[in-house]
């Protein structure tokens, strides 16, 4: 069974910079597309960012500049660089691997809170 484990949320001044892991396990890693998806309460689920198997990556408009997105295939571990955080940034923080529209995995979730 696919295993998307998150890890690196937490509570965090505005401003202030956060790094988000998913280890993966049990699938080919280097051949999924890996991405970041976030749910603030009473909103939908948004793209945040993801990255190809190629390493292109596809990023949030209001994310721009500020998240990175990077994959490590020896480690089977995609990243997501948070910084110069923004209240509106908190939501829970899943991780998702994806081969096509119908082959899709799931993390559990992580929490990213940022308030002073």
Request: charged residues 15%.
């Amino acid at each position: 069974q696919v295993q998307l484990v998150e890890s690196g949320g937490g509570l965090v001044q505005p401003g202030g910079s956060l790094r988000l892991s998913c280890a993966a396990s049990r699938i080919i890693f280097s051949s999924y597309t890996m991405g970041w998806y976030r749910q603030a309460p009473g909103k939908q689920r948004e793209s945040v960012a993801t990255i190809t198997s190629g390493r292109s990556t596809n990023y949030l408009d209001s994310v721009k500049g500020r998240f990175t997105i990077s994959r490590d295939n020896t480690k089977n571990t995609v990243y997501l660089q948070m910084n110069s955080l923004k209240p509106e940034d908190t939501a829970v923080y899943y991780c998702n691997a994806a081969r096509s529209s119908t082959i899709s995995h799931w993390g559990q979730g992580t929490q990213v809170t940022v308030s002073s």
